[in-house]
């Protein structure tokens, strides 16, 4: 019983510890837009569209860190878990390069051209004054912003983060789909036409034949992996990716292995499903 207890303390000590930080770092990163968006609203119309569009940069920039952060991640955790400490040092410190360069770069261009950057957004000249205003003010963070994101970075993915950064990517990925207006039409969505095999249009019937025809190639491909030497590798990793590691099997290369296989087997089901609906959206 006190057994049972003292496990049961140390699980929440342990997730309130691993919680906290992220809550209070969501705290920060939303009272800052809410603050800047309350200060900038009392400013007028002309200010808060500047703002909207001066901001566009950052957007760019933050698709560079994620990617960056997203690559880092992967080698970092696998690192970690193999007690690799130098080739963590390594990882970081080229992410932080990568993304400090690039960051910088955008600083410059933001400090010595803001009125041509803004004129490539908006033709309105009050509008273009004002956000070249703002670029030359919050130029200067992006370099700050990208040193602290590859550290929040390799801070979480340590242990057991690694689950977390993966459906954070997901959520990270949703968003940008949402904002990338000019491409995926936003929450709006795109309309998808019936599917269709050499010009013809394939029927209810027919197209539910077809999904089942894959089904059954899937699960074939599947049962062959498990077979495989492949498979066999996934297993000793899942019950033990130490020891795994100590008779030879590559834990990163057989954990790439997997996300390979199983985002390609997810991709098709979305795929099969978006042309069931003839629609698809974040």
């Not at 009050?126 to 205003?133: D, F, M, N």
């Not at 199983?262 to 069931?276: C, E, I, R």
Request: glycine share 8%.
């Amino acid at each position: 019983m006190n057994r049972a207890v003292n496990e049961r303390k140390a699980f929440y000590t342990k997730m309130v510890g691993i919680a906290l930080p992220v809550v209070f770092q969501g705290l920060l990163n939303n009272s800052l837009s809410f603050v800047d968006t309350l200060m900038i609203g009392q400013l007028g119309e002309a200010s808060i569209a500047a703002v909207a569009l001066a901001n566009q940069m950052f957007f760019l920039i933050s698709l560079l860190y994620f990617g960056v952060c997203s690559g880092a991640a992967i080698f970092l955790s696998q690192f970690w878990g193999a007690g690799n400490r130098s080739s963590i040092q390594k990882v970081l410190g080229l992410s932080v390069l990568v993304a400090g360069i690039s960051s910088l770069a955008m600083a410059i261009a933001s400090l010595l051209f803001p009125h041509q950057i803004m004129g490539i957004f908006t033709d309105d000249a009050t509008v273009i004054l004002h956000g070249s205003q703002y670029l030359q003010v919050v130029a200067l963070s992006y370099l700050f912003s990208a040193i602290s994101q590859i550290l929040a970075t390799a801070l979480r993915v340590t242990g057991p983060y690694l689950a977390m950064v993966t459906l954070a990517f997901g959520t990270i990925i949703q968003i940008l789909i949402n904002e990338m207006t000019f491409m995926t039409e936003g929450p709006l969505g795109i309309k998808i036409p019936k599917p269709s095999i050499g010009g013809h249009i394939l029927t209810k019937s027919e197209y539910f034949w077809l999904v089942a025809a894959l089904l059954v190639l899937s699960l074939i491909v599947v049962h062959r992996i498990l077979k495989s030497h492949l498979g066999r590798s996934f297993e000793a990793l899942r019950d033990s990716p130490i020891a795994s590691d100590c008779m030879g099997v590559s834990v990163y290369r057989h954990k790439v292995f997997a996300f390979v296989i199983s985002a390609g087997f997810a991709g098709l089901a979305g795929a099969l499903y978006s042309y069931s609906e003839q629609y698809i959206s974040p």
